[in-house]
């Protein structure tokens, strides 16, 4: 049945109802109506308060949904009872709540109080207005300030007192509705405000509101609050549920390889190591490694591939460039994109301007332009951020690349071409060369880019300006050819600072590794003198570099305007309509256009400067190498001999001709054992560098079979523990190692050291004496079990008992069956060869074995006669009776069938059993002092850690004129600031909106104010330039000469446990940041705050409101930079740490080349090279992650305020705001973020560099040596007179927490007198030299000499008046002339006399260049004898009363042994002569003999004294000397 047709009452009944609801909702719900208690007119009172009933409806809802389950869970967990009695194992959970949950607190709390506050704010406003008050939108903001107090609460417990590591399902689901309810209260609220036109407090604290619940629906999302972590069971520990290697559970590998797309999109990965140096300090350990394809060796392998297949000839640029092809693409595409994106907002925003004026060509477009901005900004954001990430990378391959390929060809240098590049400058290849390339990267594009950006530029400007534009083209051309010669003159003082600056650090280099005998000679204060001459050399160019950087500077900043100034005035003449929009374009183009226009002259020098770089480092690795056929190896099974020589010619330098060493014929069979002996400089060290391949050989063969061994003569230690610089690189076997160290008497030292042989030796061995340098050398050759070994005087350096041990244990034990080859000057050890080879002038003289040479009556005869000689000397002092019975030989007679050969050895053996009993109390004295030594003498390397000082800030700026400077500096920018603000809004607000409004001044009064303004803020930066450059250069003077002169007075102790890597990484990197970098780094945080601050300002006087915005914004950001800072700043120092091994790596490397080679260690040596780059690279890498994490936050923070703003100044109404102003403001806004983010960056990385300030200031306060001179406490000028010493419990040790070395001794050295001192090593013979120097001062005791306590004068008084012969002969590199006399104190015809008393006087006249002969870097053209015949030239200059030879002639034949101690009588015949010596007879030809043991003293007198009583200390060494001795006479 149809349904009857309702009334007519019941229709209209119907359209009421539905007009009403269609009121409500179309209406009031929406807020478009009228409210009637507001005095407005209005369709339904339920309409007004429909919102805020739903409102107050979903938040009590919320509420009881969280109340009413919490305190049923509450009631229900009382009323339960315990299922069973037993106790179960508990664990409680400790959380380490992150920034997230924090953070999500915070922003309940912040709610709360906003709506508390509204609620107060909101009647007191209605009451002032004398209006009703809106009751239901007061009791809506109580409600919810209740609200969200009760969530505040309940999120406060859940996640603190129940430990969850989640926010709550419920807390999430909420948050995430808030944020869609406040979204629509928002857009109803702007929507009232465009019809009422104004701005209400509500529309603030509800865009507040939003931003906090955006927060909270981004923390809903990620869920969980903070990182948990298990603690131990509260009734049962839980150390067996802990993984013993849980320390091998951290990530090895960065994640960063195994990252997802998006993850590296945004940085996330780098979340994990953030975490990690938020809560603590990061050690290096923390950092995990780079991907293997990121490696040092992977990276290498590539270079030497394309290197090999384009052929040694090609350009290394290019073999660089295709080692990263992909990256290298893959960063110009990103590139391109920045530099289009970046033009977006110059484009667009004249347009905005329209729209701003409500002149929009069409629906919505203000609101689509500010899409097209965000997805501009947020594209050109994200492509500069992973652009700047993999251009990190490519740089750090290009490092990787060349450090590489440096050091492999250091390692295989001729020596030609070796002596053509000293080590300092083969540094400087990879450390500043390398630099230099690498740097280039940065600018690989901007060969294409810059042309394009300026194009681009150009292009805006025509749109705009018409054909105006072409004089802007016009003034950016006029401005690179003004910059470009000012960028020539960069260019050239730069090139010029680095020249000086490898001057610089060569003899900074030279200096530290020989400071000690600069401290002896007094030479220390001269030798600063010298590179402070050097700096100020640099200072010359570095200041010049100043004032055209100066120049460059003031043209970078005085650019925009000058464009804009001609290109605003050529409009004026032309009549180019001017209006808001195309002035706004134009400044915003303007302002890009300066990156352009400077860049593009920086572009041209650094090619100039790489392209320098590039061809050192190319000429370096097309050096000669060492001839791979020089020696040609042979199969054991197809030939008897080890080493053949036919008809060989060698010669260090072949353009000479003369060859070093000629006519050699030797064939050596498997077994043998050679000695090799001659004079001083005959040529025995290079016979053996034939046999190593490392001298060029001119003609002949030279064959070996087998593997080969070489102790060098001059000691090549590693840093590091004795252990790896014996075993070098080999598995330890014990019992093979515990049997090299007896054969090298070392035990006994390795008890004396406090680590045994886990100590850590010092940089070149410093903490060991030459001795125990020696030894070590020898167990590494022993270990290596090679078939052929080749020795350089190995015995020079130690004690006869020790040398005599080493003999028989090495040479006739353990290489009883191998091929030896030793040099040596010592006759007595001659008698055991297979053949001896006798070497005069480059030849072998004769050869055969002992008796038949000697028999021969030539030049081997000469040596041997000196040897005997010496050994009459101690006859003369008691008859061949007394001698023979000093040590008495087991059993008490001699069968007459006995052979000598036989009594010889048993004597031996007698003598080395009495010399250890005397030994035997000292080392158990030893074994006590060894407890109480507790750390290592190298440390790693110190670091600050946490916040760079502001102390360290304050020294700094405080460093150039005590700061004065400073505030007229900012000053100056802040004018500048004022007055570019000033003439850009001068511009905006006088030209019209539109062409067809009239303008409110003319045209030639508006560009007359534009130009004033803009010369005026010229001036500004002109004078700030100035000052900020003078301050910078001052301070960098200030720095370097604090620095170097604490480490110049620095004790000896500061350089025995500093490697000098780390002061030559001080030196050179800190100092050249502290020079060119840092002052400008520290005056860009300035004036980018200060620019920033300028931005905010104008930008906020468009409506306050937007201001407001900036608060929690920048909040964020200063939390984001703190949150990064610290894990930043700690990488940063860590890669400064890992710098310093590298390069000192590098330096030993090449140092000890030969030796490397000799073992065919060039590979391991080499992976150790990568794997310590890998060490750099790793923080470096990650050092770059973790500042484009914050870039790209940052750049999303500040492209969310730029859009609000963009939206907010859309929405408002037209009459509350002025088009012209608000388009200035959004002008301004282009350049918020990248302002915004250069504070950032500046930020970070001025502290990251103020590592450097603070590494320097950290030098600059090492504890002093005592002072140079005294006041009034000075010697007079005969002092010392007599040169009598008195020693009175003399106490000395080399630590606070160190047992005595000296142990109270007392003694007098008599004037005029010569004393020997003997013992063996560790006895303390070295430290009572030390103290006499004051190298290290008594804790008791004094010493005195002719009545002065040396504790009362100064070091230099004391050190100048005394004479020393080092152990290790030091020259230094230029020409003898400057080797003698480095303080140039004496005529050129003392120096001939001196060099005749030495014995060189013949040698220097046959060179060419006579007393300017070159002395190569460590005086490696020189022998070692003719070293230590030079340090005897320079005492013979300097006639001191007092005389010190410490090992002076360990180094020489015996023949000139016996010239010099001649010479030494001659001519001291009235000085004090201190003799410390392993030769017998130099100590025997001594007035007084001091034996020392462990410290104290055991004999003291007359040698001929000493002799008589057989059982005396100083009797068994010489008997011990002397039977090993008559072996070489055979009777």
């Known amino acids: 049945m149809p349904t009857p047709p309702a009334s007519t009452g019941e229709q209209l009944m119907a359209i009421a109802a539905k007009n009403l609801m269609e009121s409500i909702w179309a209406k009031q719900l929406l807020g478009l109506g009228e409210n009637k208690y507001r005095g407005e007119p209005a369709d339904s009172i339920f309409g007004v308060y429909i919102r805020h009933v739903l409102a107050i409806a979903l938040h009590m809802v919320f509420v009881v949904s969280l109340i009413v389950p919490f305190f049923w869970k509450r009631c229900r967990f009382c009323t339960q009872r315990p299922r069973s009695s037993v106790l179960k194992p508990t664990y409680s959970k400790k959380l380490q709540y992150g920034i997230t949950h924090k953070l999500a607190l915070l922003s309940c709390v912040s709610l709360s109080v906003l709506y508390c506050i509204l609620g107060i704010w909101s009647p007191l406003y209605w009451w002032l207005r004398a209006r009703p008050k809106d009751i239901g939108a007061e009791g809506e903001y109580v409600f919810q300030a209740m609200a969200w107090a009760i969530i505040l609460a309940y999120a406060y417990y859940s996640l603190t007192k129940e430990s969850n590591e989640k926010f709550p399902l419920l807390l999430r689901m909420w948050w995430i509705l808030l944020l869609i309810l406040y979204a629509f209260f928002l857009f109803l609220n702007i929507h009232e405000m465009r019809e009422q036109n104004h701005i209400t407090f509500s529309i603030v604290v509800e865009i507040l509101a939003l931003l906090l619940s955006a927060f909270l629906s981004y923390a809903s999302f990620c869920g969980r609050t903070g990182e948990s972590s298990l603690t131990q069971s509260i009734e049962e520990p839980l150390l067996n549920d802990i993984p013993e290697n849980s320390e091998n559970l951290k990530p090895k590998v960065t994640p960063y390889a195994t990252a997802s797309f998006l993850s590296r999109m945004s940085f996330f990965w780098m979340k994990p190591l953030l975490d990690v140096g938020h809560k603590k300090p990061l050690d290096i350990d923390d950092v995990p490694q780079v991907a293997d394809v990121h490696k040092a060796d992977h990276v290498y392998c590539k270079f030497r591939n394309q290197l090999d297949a384009k052929g040694s000839g090609s350009s290394i640029a290019k073999i660089l460039f295709l080692i990263d092809l992909k990256d290298v693409l893959f960063t110009g595409l990103l590139l391109l994109i920045t530099s289009c994106t970046s033009y977006v907002g110059p484009y667009f925003i004249n347009n905005f301007v329209q729209c701003l004026a409500k002149k929009e060509q069409f629906a919505s477009e203000g609101i689509i332009l500010a899409c097209v901005f965000l997805l501009a900004k947020l594209v050109n954001s994200l492509s500069q951020c992973h652009w700047t990430f993999t251009t990190v990378h490519i740089c750090i391959c290009v490092r990787a690349a060349l450090t590489a390929a440096l050091y492999k060809k250091g390692l295989m240098l001729s020596s030609q071409s070796r002596q053509d590049h000293t080590s300092g400058e083969i540094i400087n290849y990879m450390s500043v060369d390398a630099q230099r390339i690498e740097e280039f990267s940065w600018y690989l594009h901007d060969i294409w880019a810059l042309p394009l950006q300026i194009l681009l530029a150009l292009v805006i400007l025509y749109q705009n300006l018409g054909l105006a534009s072409l004089a802007g083209v016009a003034a950016t051309v006029l401005i690179m050819m003004a910059n470009y010669p000012l960028v020539k003159m960069q260019q050239k003082y730069n090139k010029n600072i680095m020249e000086e600056k490898d001057k610089r650090m060569k003899a900074t280099s030279e200096t530290l590794k020989n400071m000690r005998i600069l401290k002896l000679q007094a030479w220390e ?59 706004l374009s134009a400044l915003a183009t303007f302002q890009i256009l300066q990156e352009p226009i400077s860049g593009l002259p920086d572009l041209i020098s650094v090619i100039a400067q790489s ?29 008897d001999y080890a080493i053949e020589i036919q008809e060989g010619v060698f010669s260090w330098d072949p353009a000479v001709p003369t060859p070093t060493i000629r006519g050699l014929d030797v064939h050596i069979k498997r077994g043998m054992k050679v000695a090799v002996c001659g004079t001083v400089g005959s040529g025995k060290s290079s016979f053996l560098s034939c046999i190593l391949g490392e001298i060029p050989k001119i003609s002949g063969v030279v064959k070996i079979s087998g593997t080969k061994a070489y102790v060098s003569q001059t000691p090549w230690i590693q840093s590091g523990k004795i252990r790896d610089n014996i075993l070098f690189g080999k598995e330890l076997e014990k019992s093979r190692y515990e049997s090299v160290l007896q054969a090298c008497a070392f035990k006994k030292d390795l008890e004396l050291f406090p680590y045994g042989d886990q100590t850590e030796i010092g940089e070149r061995g410093i903490n060991l004496s030459g001795g125990q340098k020696q030894r070590i050398q020898i167990a590494r050759a022993l270990y290596q079990d090679a078939d052929i070994y080749l020795f350089d005087d190995p015995f020079s350096a130690v004690d006869a008992h020790t040398g005599t041990h080493i003999f028989q244990e090495c040479l006739l034990g353990i290489l009883g069956s191998k091929t030896v080859v030793y040099v040596t000057h010592q006759v007595e050890f001659l008698f055991a060869a297979d053949l001896i080879l006798v070497m005069r002038d480059g030849e072998i003289t004769q050869a055969g074995k002992y008796e038949d040479i000697l028999q021969s009556n030539t030049h081997f005869d000469e040596l041997v006669g000196a040897h005997k000689k010496a050994l009459k000397s101690i006859d003369d002092m008691e008859n061949s009776e007394i001698l023979s019975s000093q040590v008495p030989v087991k059993g008490s007679s001699v069968d007459n069938e006995t052979s000598v050969e036989d009594v010889n050895h048993e004597q031996l053996q007698e003598a080395e059993k009495a010399y250890e009993e005397i030994e035997s109390k000292d080392q158990k004295e030893n074994e006590k002092d060894k407890e109480d030594r507790s750390s290592q003498l190298v440390q790693e390397e110190e670091r600050e850690k946490g916040r760079v000082s502001m102390w360290v800030y304050w020294s700094y700026i405080t460093a150039a004129y005590k700061g004065v400077l400073i505030p007229i500096i900012l000053l100056a920018h802040i004018v500048y600031q004022l007055l570019q603000i000033g003439s850009n809004y001068w511009m905006a607000w006088a030209t019209p909106l539109t062409e067809e409004q009239r303008p409110p001044v003319t045209k030639s009064f508006l560009i007359l104010v534009y130009i004033t303004l803009a010369l005026c803020s010229s001036l500004c930066i002109l004078v700030r330039t100035i000052l900020l450059c003078l301050t910078g250069f001052e301070s960098a003077k200030q720095f370097f000469s604090k620095m170097h002169s604490c480490i110049f007075r620095a004790p000896m102790s500061f350089f025995d446990a500093t490697p000098s890597g780390r002061i030559l990484n001080r030196a050179s ?109 790793k923080t470096r890498f990650h ?39 608000a388009g200035f403001a959004i002008t301004y806004g282009l350049s918020l973020n990248l302002t915004q983010t250069l504070l950032i960056w500046h930020l970070n990385n001025l502290e990251n560099n103020m590592v450097s300030v603070e590494r320097i200031v950290q030098y600059s306060r ?13 010697p007079n000028s005969c002092w010392p007179s007599r040169g009598t010493i008195d020693i009175t419990d003399l106490q000395v040790r080399y630590g606070p927490h160190l047992p005595l070395v000296l142990k109270g001794i007392s003694c007098t050295f008599p004037g005029g007198k010569k004393v020997g001192i003997v013992g063996r090593t560790g006895c303390g013979k070295s430290t009572l030299i030390q103290s006499l120097f004051r190298i290290v001062d008594p804790v008791g005791g004094r010493i005195v000499i002719d009545g002065i306590d040396i504790l009362t004068i100064g070091l230099h008084d004391l050190r100048s008046r005394l004479s020393i012969i080092p152990q290790d002969p030091t020259m230094f590199e230029g020409t003898i002339r400057n080797n003698l006399d480095p303080l140039g104190d004496y005529s050129d015809d003392q120096i001939w006399k001196a060099l005749e008393k030495c014995q060189l006087g013949e040698i220097v006249r046959s060179k060419e260049e006579k007393l300017d002969s070159l002395v190569t870097e460590n005086g490696e053209n020189w022998s070692m004898g003719q070293r230590q015949l030079v340090c005897l030239g320079r005492v013979l200059l300097k006639q001191s009363r007092i005389l010190v030879l410490d090992e002076a002639t360990a180094s020489v034949d015996t023949a000139t042994d016996g010239l010099i101690q001649q010479t030494i009588r001659n001519q001291f015949s009235d000085c004090t002569v201190i003799t410390i010596a392993h030769r017998i007879p130099s100590v025997c030809d001594s007035d007084l003999v001091l034996v020392l043991s462990d410290g104290n003293i055991v004999e003291y007198d007359s040698p001929s004294k000493l002799l008589e009583n057989k059982f005396s200390s100083f009797a068994k060494l010489v008997s011990e000397y002397t039977v090993r001795s008559t072996n070489v006479d055979g009777k």
């Open 1262 to 1274: 090492i504890p002093s040596e005592p002072p140079l001179i005294i006041d009034n406490c000075g």
């Open 525 to 583: 204060s001269r030798f600063l003198m010298k590179l402070e001459t050097l700096r100020g050399e640099e200072c010359s160019w570095l200041k010049k570099y100043f004032y055209a950087l100066s120049g460059t500077t003031f043209i970078f900043w005085a650019a925009p305007t000058f464009v804009s100034v001609v290109t605003f005035g050529t409009c004026v003449i032309l009549g180019v309509p001017l209006t808001t929009g195309k002035i």
């Open 611 to 639: 392209k320098v770089s590039l061809d050192r480092v190319d000429n370096f690795l097309k050096q000669e190498e060492l001839q791979q056929d020089a020696v040609e190896k042979v199969s054991k099974n197809s030939t």
């Open 1183 to 1221: 050092k770059s992650g973790a500042t484009q994490w914050l870039c790209f936050r940052l750049d999303l923070l500040s492209n969310l305020i730029f859009v609000f703003t963009m939206v907010f100044l859309l929405c408002l109404p037209e009459s509350v705001i002025n088009p012209t102003i």
């Open 1069 to 1177: 990197n800190d100092q050249s940041q502290v020079d060119q970098a840092i002052p400008f780094q520290l005056g860009s945080v300035a004036f980018t705050f200060i620019q920033l601050l300028g931005i905010i300002a104008v930008m906020s006087q468009v409506a306050w409101q937007v201001f407001i915005m900036f608060i929690p914004v920048l909040a964020i950001c200063l939390w984001y930079q703190q949150y990064y800072i610290v894990t930043s700043r700690e990488l940063s120092r860590l890669i400064g740490v890992c710098k310093a091994p590298i390069i000192q790596h590098f330096a030993e490397s090449i140092s000890g080349a030969a030796t490397i080679r000799s073992f065919d260690q060039e590979t391991p040596f080499m992976n150790s090279n990568l794997h310590l780059f890998d060490g750099y690279s």
